[in-house]
């Protein structure tokens, strides 16, 4: 490891560093507008100049290799002299827009402009003036603005894996273009984030708040099953903007569109007070009380049978414990997390966990994709494998649906045929996996949630087993959830009893008149019309599917409202925090479980929040365990059988509109429009 010394200060740093981070690690910052430690080195800003012994000139740190025995000086005369330079130089042509921009208060531009500029310009050539570019509906452009550090155009060649922007013209006639199309990358919005100035601006988020009137809460994200580490910012008991925080292990410093700009939904179709069906068949406001006296009395004499309760998709880990607690009390069996029909849950907890982990992706060298699109299901994930594959050495096969995933892939085939020809090695693929020695395979809910779902995952298992997947300090095998909820109600078995139905069990008893009462806890994806004939309890935030369908609403909170603890899918627990406070007479999901349990006269036994986290404790001890991994341990699960002959397919048709959540948001409206309804006029396809 190199040793240098840094104004006076011996530092030894590990090999392969930059001068700029050897500065940083002896702890002096260095300004900088185009270097970004998760991009390539440009080095054309020239503000990271620093002084270096025997150089006649300053030499730009960001890519200048850190050496054995060099001497750097990072604030001398000329050092200073330089960087005072570079900025005049930057803001020759920049407009003096600071009053009416939305980076205003968090711009790189004017922080190192008051910490390392000149106080006064020496030119008075008129500024160039750049016409704004087209990018889309969430990215608004001011591209006078520019000062071309490209981290743009690097960012979307690297990491989104979408070569849609580059320059045009040179010199001071450089600009940034798409030439005039929509940047078509679910992580299109981390532009924003890492433009250095107001160049490339939220476009949903114009004009709508200063950063120092916002409250920022750290939370975490339920749009899909990752667990991206969020900031939620809030004015008032508005969701003003959804940012990424920083986790190394899961999302590092990005989030997907959805994510990011799903959270204007939160408005719009909220459920702020109870409701009960009348005779009429109306839905009319009601009290607390009577919500609950109207469930009491209906559930008053009813065998456990007869009750059926479903789990939504972003519910969490508290509601699901108090769900499960609740229909204990009520004798009933009928309890099931997955609303989709995925066959997991029954077996080993390694059976449903991405065991390699989203970081452990870096250290494999074949992956085996099945029935899963992660562009559209899990993009941090897609994110990640495509890192991987940029280093070199990772072949992935695919086994599904043909797809573009931003890196090169093998298509294998469509269905189960292809993946049992894998598992018999009669497949060239398996020589990959054969010869890799870190190899992973990803079951998708497009292989589990079918009626062979069972079958599939002991295939895979199989796969995982023969193919040395499985070693002392390696789990290559995977299940990729699309649902936040997922993990936590297979951990706290929300999952049919003895005798007990699953979703379509259910639904198949409401039709034949053998189940009468349903309590759906944010439940909207499933087929509601087949509910008719049940007497349905609705619990939720947005008036979707299962509120129309309900006779009972009870108002809950969504996931910036609350104080809920979620596990993602490769098992992490994480907690998300209470941003802004529901509308209305809204509560708490397991505050209203534990209320109406009083009036069934079989109170839960629990008070408050804390006492809630004992009792998952008691049930689980992996939620004591927050933002660590507990490798599960490997056993049996799946159930060899039959395989279909149909052919995978991602349960994501839409990657803007998944839930109740962003099914209201105006912003996945535009996106939709954009990007999702153009394709499938050009193919014909619907739905």
Known sequence: MPTLEIDGKEVTVPQG???????????????????????????????????????????????????????????????????????????????????ICDQGGECDLQDQA????????????NKRAVPEKEMGP???????????????????????????????????HMEISTLERAINSELSGNLVDICPVGALTSRPYAFSARPWELRKTPSIDVMDAVGSNIRVDTRGRDVMRVLPRLHEDVNEEWIDDKTRHACDGLRRQRLDRPFVRNKKGRLEE????????????????????????????????????????????????????RQDGAKVG??????????????????????????????????????????????????VGVVGEQMDLTYETEYLGAGPETLQQVADGKHPFAETLKNAEKPMIVLGQGALAREDGAAVLALGREIAENFGMVQDEWNGFNVLHTAASRVAGLDLGLVPGKGG??????????????????????ADELDTSRLDKAFVIYQGHHGD????????????????????????????????????????????????????????????PYDNLGQVRQKLIETAD??????????????????????????????????????????????????????????????????
């Open 501 to 522: 139905r699953d979703v379509e069990g259910i639904l198949a008893g409401v039709e034949q008149g053998e189940v009468e009462t349903v309590y759906l806890l944010a």
């Open 286 to 337: 009601a009290s607390w009380d009577e919500a609950f006296t109207a469930i009491a009395k209906h559930l008053k004499n009813k065998k456990g049978e007869q009750i059926a309760a479903i789990a939504g998709d972003q519910c969490d880990a508290e509601s699901l414990l108090a769900l499960r607690d609740f229909m204990g009390t009520l004798g009933s069996p009928n309890i099931d997390c």
């Open 622 to 687: 992996t939620f004591a365990r927050i933002d660590q991994l507990a490798p599960a341990k490997w056993g049996t699960f799946g159930k060899s059988g039959k395989l279909g002959g149909e052919p995978f397919r991602s349960p994501v048709a839409n990657f803007y509109m998944t839930d109740p959540i962003s099914r209201n948001s105006e912003t996945m409206a535009r996106c939709t429009e954009a990007f999702i309804l153009p394709k499938r006029e050009a193919t014909g396809t619907h739905g």
């Open 545 to 604: 599917a299962g509120a129309h369908a309900a006779d009972v609403i009870l108002p809950g909170a969504a996931y910036t409202e609350k104080n809920g603890t979620y596990v993602n899918t490769e098992g992490r627990v994480q907690l998300g925090r209470l941003a802004a406070f529901p509308p209305g007479e809204a509560r708490d999901d397991w505050s209203i479980l534990r209320a109406l349990s009083a009036y069934t006269g079989k109170t839960l």
């Open 346 to 395: 029954d077996g080993a907890r390694s059976g449903y966990l991405f065991n390699t982990t989203i970081a452990g992706i870096e250290e494999a060298d074949a992956c085996l994709l099945v029935g899963t699109n992660p562009r559209r299901e899990a993009a941090m994930v897609n994110a990640r494998l495509r890192k991987r594959f940029l280093k070199g050495g990772f072949k």
């Open 138 to 172: 969430l990215i608004k452009t001011i591209m006078t603005r520019c000062i071309h550090c490209t981290r743009c155009i690097r960012f979307a060649a690297e990491v989104a894996g979408v070569e849609e922007i580059g320059a045009i013209g040179r010199g001071e």
């Open 17 to 99: 560093v930059n001068v700029l981070q050897a500065c940083e690690i002896a702890g002096q910052e260095i300004p900088r507008f185009c270097y970004h430690e998760r991009l390539s080195i440009a080095g054309n800003c020239r503000m990271c100049l620093v002084e270096m012994e025997r150089s006649p000139k300053p030499i730009a740190s960001c890519h200048m290799p850190a050496q054995d025995g060099m001497k750097i000086w990072t604030d001398t005369e000329m050092v200073r002299k330089a960087r005072r330079g570079v900025m005049e130089f930057l803001l020759i042509n920049h407009p003096l827009d600071c009053p």
């Open 114 to 125: 008051m910490a390392y500029g000149f106080d006064r310009s020496r030119f008075e050539e």
